[in-house]
């Protein structure tokens, strides 16, 4: 379980493919209190430490994480937004990710406000009914308030704004417009919905 307050940006140093993808990633962790079979979120998506060195730790990333997750993810020099599992007693800072992700959005536009930047999507339809307005939502694994949602025929758009110093410790102050995020949907909202759904058939 995490909560989507980033406390690393890593980077991917080698990726080698085998069964699965073997991902070395670089990090400022102290990995001396980093065990193997530990979790850790990759820029949302929750993968199991199999391997570790000084300042590195190395990862398997399944063909069907592969497919499930933002075009590009898994590249060498890829930067990468990191999360260790939350601790029972620590500090509920964001709120509840699970590091399991429900879909892609692309970046569609980009406008400063203030020293902010207000970063609109493009969501997939089928995830429409999770995101409402000042609801939460996880982009690469950032804990994010939604400030706006609009739908249209085929899709839906949704608008974060993303202070300076989010953009200054995750990678979301370097997306482009275009690029592919990873989303996780607030999972309050997945058991609210899933209750109207039981209601409908009682």
């Known amino acids: 379980m995490f909560?989507?307050?980033?406390?690393?940006?890593?980077?991917?140093?080698?990726?080698?493919?085998r069964g699965d993808l073997r991902i070395?990633?670089?990090?400022?962790?102290?990995t001396a209190t980093v065990d193997l079979g530990a979790s850790i979120a990759c820029s949302g998506v929750c993968l199991t430490v199999i391997d570790k060195g000084p300042g590195w730790f190395a990862v398997d990333v399944s063909g069907e994480s592969v497919s499930r997750t933002a075009r590009d993810q898994w590249t060498q020099g890829r930067r990468l937004n990191l999360e260790r599992a939350m601790k029972l007693g620590d500090e509920m800072g964001g709120h509840i990710v699970t590091g399991h992700v429900d879909g892609v959005?692309?970046?569609i536009g980009i406008c400063p406000e203030g020293d902010?930047?207000?970063?609109?999507?493009?969501?997939?339809?089928?995830?429409?009914?999770f995101v409402a307005a000042k609801g939460s939502i996880t982009v690469d694994g950032v804990s994010l308030t939604v400030n706006e949602v609009a739908d249209r025929d085929d899709d839906t758009h949704f608008a974060v704004n993303v202070i300076p110093h989010t953009q200054a410790v995750t990678t979301l102050g370097t997306l482009e417009t275009g690029q592919a995020v990873n989303i996780e949907i607030d999972v309050l909202a997945r058991y609210l919905k899933r209750m109207e759904a039981y209601r409908g058939h009682a």
């Open 105 to 107: 959005a692309e970046v």
């Open 116 to 129: 902010s930047k207000r970063i609109g999507f493009r969501l997939p339809r089928d995830l429409a009914p």
């Open 3 to 17: 909560t989507g307050i980033i406390t690393d940006v890593g980077t991917i140093e080698r990726v080698e493919p």
């Open 24 to 30: 070395v990633i670089s990090t400022a962790f102290d």
